[in-house]
């Protein structure tokens, strides 16, 4: 393990075993003050999210797209500082935590046994939502992590997912697909993070106007266990409470190929996606680079 990796495995470390020991209100105002000197700092990460967002709102002046991507290190910071206090919460504080609108496309999937995939963008707080199921529905779920260096640094996020309820598989495991798809046809629930291509055989969608790849993992998985595939979308107010959204379920077009079918069903997929994020752009966390034209074609998949 580098020097570097060393560090970075500390800082979680150090987020997960203090930050979670304040006060809420000290915590809420850490993390603005972390975030508020990042974007000043201006590094690449805000630079990207900034970028990111003049695709979301192509009209916006230099001076709101400044305003926004400081909303945005906001929310992200949210996030951190949510996720390191999860694990400390009562069960009482989760639930009252998250209000999700049209939960009933989920709840009557859960029913149905038919098996049901959460597909989400990276907005808001997804481990919040993910701790909300499994506390107030009372529904374990399956979920993909993606590996991270150092190797600890991953062990750590799955540690802390599994304590809240969560089932973590590699996300370059080979038998992951499997276990999701043995998952889904035992009724059972799945929920992905959505709509960055973390491989080399993603579908490509128009997003915001150009194009971008998305993985065909929830369209796959809906087309060969029958499960019912649900867009979410999150953001936050001006209240402690997150606020979400389950939209109708996407269907499996009756005719056309495995790929062909799998293309429309992921273009829904990301025209959902797109419309939370339209609504709620800073609190849309992606801070990487997402559009092929932003991609180094000799790189491939971000």
């Not at 009756?254 to 609190?283: C, N, W, Y």
Request: aromatic share 8%; with cysteine.
């Amino acid at each position: 393990m580098s020097a570097q990796e060393r560090l970075t495995d500390a800082l979680y470390g150090l987020g997960w075993g203090a930050v979670k020991k304040l006060p809420e209100p000290v915590a809420v105002r850490l993390g603005r003050s972390i975030a508020d000197l990042a974007w000043k700092k201006r590094g690449k990460g805000v630079r990207r999210l900034e970028s990111n967002y003049a695709r979301v709102l192509p009209d916006a002046s230099a001076e709101r797209l400044a305003e926004l991507s400081r909303a945005g290190m906001r929310s992200y910071l949210r996030y951190w500082m949510e996720s390191f206090r999860l694990p400390a919460w009562s069960e009482e504080r989760i639930r009252t935590g998250f209000e999700p609108f049209d939960v009933h496309h989920l709840t009557d999937g859960i029913a149905s046994d038919r098996g049901v995939i959460l597909a989400l963008p990276h907005m808001a707080n997804w481990d919040l939502a993910g701790a909300w199921v499994t506390t107030e529905l009372k529904t374990p779920f399956t979920t993909v992590a993606e590996r991270l260096k150092p190797e600890t640094l991953y062990d750590r996020f799955v540690a802390y997912r599994e304590g809240l309820g969560m089932e973590v598989l590699p996300h370059n495991g080979g038998s992951a697909f499997g276990t999701l798809a043995r998952r889904l046809r035992d009724g059972g629930l799945v929920c992905l993070v959505a709509e960055r291509d973390l491989s080399a055989s993603g579908v490509e969608v128009t997003f915001f106007g150009d194009t971008a790849t998305m993985p065909a993992g929830p369209a796959l998985l809906a087309q060969q266990t029958g499960a019912l595939l649900l867009p979410v979308t999150l953001w936050y107010d001006d209240s402690p409470v997150m606020r979400g959204r389950v939209h109708p379920p996407i269907e499996v077009p009756g005719s056309g190929t495995r790929a062909e079918k799998t293309s429309v069903m992921t273009q829904a997929l990301a025209d959902a996606f797109a419309s939370g994020i339209a609504d709620h752009p800073e609190d849309w966390h992606m801070l990487q680079r997402l559009w092929l034209s932003d991609l180094d074609p000799t790189k491939g998949p971000a």
